[in-house]
């Protein structure tokens, strides 16, 4: 198995900046230096298991956000980021965003075809 590391970077990164968080405190709180933290969101350094746990702990994410581009079973993770990314919408933005979903997913399908 491969792992994609600018991937993981890549979720590190657009995880910290969701919750408002910026890199040195990330660092900070996963006891990793800033270089590396950088590094790590950057793909250019192969992250250890126990660094990314520290990572996640940080985050208060579970690993499989932090890898789920990287294991087979992905699918529950993007769920699991859809519901959130809706939680704090009010019924109308709902409404627009399941249509736009709606749309998007017979558009991607009618491209496969």
């Known amino acids: 198995m491969v792992l994609d590391y600018k991937a993981i970077g890549q979720r590190i990164k657009d995880t910290r900046a969701r919750i408002g968080m910026n890199q040195e405190r990330l660092a900070e709180l996963a006891g990793l230096s800033m270089t590396h933290m950088s590094h790590i969101e950057t793909g250019n350094t192969k992250v250890s298991l126990p660094a990314l746990v520290q990572i996640a702990n940080a985050l208060n994410v579970s690993l499989d956000e932090i890898v789920c581009d990287s294991i087979q079973k992905a699918k529950t993770v993007f769920e699991n980021e859809i ?3 809706v939680q704090d919408c009010s019924e109308q933005e709902i409404r ?3 249509d736009t979903i709606i749309a ?6 009618n491209r496969t075809r």
Not at 104 to 109: C, Q
């Open 83 to 85: 519901a959130r990314t």
């Open 96 to 98: 627009v965003i399941a």
């Open 104 to 109: 998007l997913k017979n558009s991607l399908r």
